[in-house]
């Protein structure tokens, strides 16, 4: 069959031929083949040819078959592998396309057992080529499918120099002084896991709400070497800790792929010593710049809260519309889980309408444009200010949709204790066309509650694949009004977390409000035993801007076990001194707590203020700033007892100034 069979003209996918290039399996799986072919191929070639039963065998066969290649000498036999398998298959990369690296692993594979001594020099270049090439996007190849297709980069390189280490024991040392994403590669996902549970269900992986408690090392770990040659030349232990959390939390067979490995024993203690005082990676807030994704973190042991962005749509493939979505991590609950991997299975394959659905924008918390889907293009951090107690972010995807400058998220993480905090979520849109803006709130499966809303039941029109029904459309507003969740554990993940909620408190000025259920289908093998997906309360705020015109949609969510720490909110004036005029895209909140604190979050839109002093009247006084970012903690007597500020410099309470840094980095003053 090898190479004549040809599988976009024989092979049948997706219930239709013609589908997809290919030998004998489609292009993807024939990757893996070819490269297990050589593999197998370089571990038996010196003794294969010297029996006399394998000539004798493939000559019958090709008598019986009537090819011209009669195999009778081993010289017939190693031209026939030589040609047919490894040549054929280096030089037809369509029918070998595969996610990257894996094409580039074949095609190196298939060259080094060709001719090792005449291609090392060739060979070692091209490697490093692969490794710069596929470690562009912070480590990573750029795809998304973050517990899955984008961990096959990393995976392909370690497959790829775990070869070259027993020929050349510096093979890695020497790769890594040459490109130093190298190290980014395996770094990735130590820095992405989150609540030491959890990793971002970002584009096609897994599924909705499902966990995730250690390192992605697949190919039964194959990149365990990797992971420990990276230890040597950079000293990070959590690269130990990923090889003990992928090998079943110990140590004891994590080199069985290696075999003949020096100094087993010293590599074990080495593990060992690494997580003495546990296997959990200790994390602070992180950015992935290039791939366009970041985590603040807060909270100590198992009470953790932790906030993740995807603030670009530049993924490369398996993406989802999915720009400035979130998601927040409470204690051991995902409170906000992504969609996860679309089920191809009802026909159409990736082109069905359900496919269409999972990957498309308005299922995600994201916002929309006129029920746009998102474009392709780079967000942009301008605000990173990471303090104790107050940690801000500020992204700006300009072109999401065609012609809008203004697509930005901001979110403030907000300590209370040290095991609860909350998120003002402030997202900017507009300057623009003119049309209407929708944004999408979901939690993770339960029931939905509202309060200071009242509502009617409506028709609302979607473009068709949109799987939204059960519309109510509010007729009557409070200033504040707030959605809580009652998250049930579906899946039987949360093991610490307690009566889990995520409330949500709309601070938002102008708005329509809308609630329906949004459709989620079930993953393959759910649909296979008759699951019909689950029905998701969903909260849809909706705003219509003027042409050029800017709007700002404004919530405090609180992730909360049993009982809410947030017992009062409300939104501030915020002028601009120069006019004194309010913009909708100036945000200033007082939020009370039960520790009977109050806290003053001032965020503001850098378009408009920058280098600009607003003024906020509080009940505890009046604050004038212009810090781009604001945090002014007050005692229940109303003292500041604390004073949080970046990008700015100064900040005014009463008659008292300090001084700020004009910089994302935090001046912090304490008080108290």
Known sequence: FWPEYDYNKQGWLYEKIGTCAGYISYRIDAAFEVYDLAISYDKVKEVIFKDPDVCKFLSEKAMLTGVKNT?????????????????????????IQCNPPYTDL????????????NNQGML?????????????????????????????????????????????????????????????????????????????????????GHDWDHYPNFQEGAENLMLYELYEVTGDEDLLKAIYQSNNDKTQGCFLLFPGL?????????????????????????????????????????????VWINFGTNKTSHVHGDGMNIGIYYKDADLMPDNGYPNVAYGGGWSSPQVAWTTGTLSHNVVSFNNQGH?????RISLWSIGDAFKVFRANATGTFPNVKKYERSLALVDITDQSAYVVDVFRVGNGPSGTYEKYSRSNIGEMTISGVKFIDVKKPYPAGTFLENFKQSIRLDAVWEADWAVEDYFDVIEYGEDMHLRLIDLTVGEKVFVCDTWLPPAYQMSSSGHEG?????????KTATQGESVAFVSIL?????????????????????????????????????????????????????????????????????????????????????????????????????????TDEPTEFDLK
């Open 71 to 95: 195999k009778k000498t081993p010289e017939n036999v190693k031209k026939n592998i030589d040609d047919r398998l490894l040549s054929d298959s280096a030089a037809s990369t369509a029918k």
């Open 106 to 117: 074949a095609v190196v594979m298939c060259k080094a057992v060709l001719d090792w001594p």
């Open 124 to 208: 070692n270049s091209q490697i490093w080529s692969i490794i710069t090439n596929h470690t562009r996007f912070d480590g990573m190849t750029g795809e998304s499918g973050l517990a899955g297709y984008a961990t096959m980069g990393k995976s392909a390189i370690a497959q790829l120099c775990n070869l070259f280490v027993y020929a050349d024991p510096d093979f890695v040392k020497t790769m890594y002084s040459r490109s130093k994403s190298l190290y980014d590669a395996y770094r990735f996902h130590v820095d992405l896991h989150c609540v030491d549970k959890y990793y971002p269900l970002l584009g096609d992986t897994s599924y909705f």
């Open 262 to 306: 020096p100094d087993i024993q010293k590599r074990y203690d080495r593990i060992n010593q690494a997580v003495k005082d546990g296997r959990a990676f200790v994390l602070d807030s992180v950015r992935k710049d290039k791939y366009q994704m970041a985590v603040l973190r807060t909270g100590t042991g198992k009470d953790k809260t932790e």
């Open 375 to 379: 474009s392709r293009t780079n967000g």
């Open 534 to 542: 689950f029905m998701l309360p969903t909260v849809i705020t909706s």
């Open 558 to 662: 609180e992730p909360y076990s049993k009982e809410p720490q947030i017992t009062q909110a409300k939104r501030l004036n915020c002028s601009v001194t120069q006019d004194y005029k309010e913009r909708d895209t100036n945000v200033a909140l007082e939020v009370k707590t039960v520790n009977g604190a109050t806290d003053v979050v001032i965020l503001l839109d850098p378009d408009v203020t920058e280098g600009k002093t607003v003024e906020v009247p509080t009940d505890c006084g009046m604050i004038q700033t212009d810090a781009q970012s604001c945090l002014i903690r007050y005692d229940a007597s109303g003292q500041p007892m604390m004073i949080r500020a970046s990008k700015g410099t100064f900040v005014k309470i009463g008659d008292q100034e300090y001084m700020v840094n004009k």
